[in-house]
């Protein structure tokens, strides 16, 4: 409860009565002995609006997949 989104400090996964209004992306990296960081664990989460504004500045668009239940069933 109470999860803020790292980038623009909104409240996300608002739960009512109509369910969790919000998804959102939570990221946790542990960061190794050969990055510059040396093993220091980073955690935030960003809400989807700025995970919308954020992969816009991306140079190649990230991956996209239909994921309805549906979908699953079949065999690829
Ligand atoms: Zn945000």
């Known amino acids: 409860m109470g999860k803020k989104c790292n980038c623009c400090g909104q409240v996300i996964g608002v739960v009512s009565t109509s369910g969790i209004h919000e998804?959102?992306?939570?990221?946790?990296?542990?960061?190794?002995?050969?990055?510059?960081?040396?093993l220091t664990e980073h955690k935030f989460n960003i809400c989807e609006s700025c995970y919308d504004k954020w992969i816009e500045t991306f140079k190649i668009p990230v991956e996209e997949h239909e994921s309805h239940?549906?979908?699953q069933l079949l065999p690829f």
């Open 69 to 71: 239940d549906v979908f």
């Open 23 to 38: 998804d959102c992306l939570s990221i946790k990296k542990e960061w190794g002995y050969f990055s510059s960081k040396d």
